[in-house]
């Protein structure tokens, strides 16, 4: 599975949890936030799903 694609699919998984945060009303620091940190997790995961196995070894 290629990164992109990776990422692309938790931005979408993060779209809908900010338009559902809206319509809940809830404030926008806390969709800002709670959206920083999902983009982070997705990028851990991503990357750790997609890289490369060390042929080193």
């Known amino acids: 599975m ?8 938790f931005l ?5 949890l ?3 945060a809206v319509l809940l009303h809830v404030p926008s620091q806390w969709i800002v936030d709670g959206s ?3 983009l ?4 851990v995961k991503g990357v750790k799903a997609t890289r490369q196995k060390d042929a080193s070894k």
């Open 12 to 16: 979408i998984i993060i779209g809908g």
């Open 36 to 38: 920083i940190v999902l």
């Open 2 to 9: 290629s990164y992109g694609l990776y990422v692309a699919g």
């Open 18 to 20: 900010i338009y559902g």
């Open 40 to 43: 982070g997790i997705a990028i």
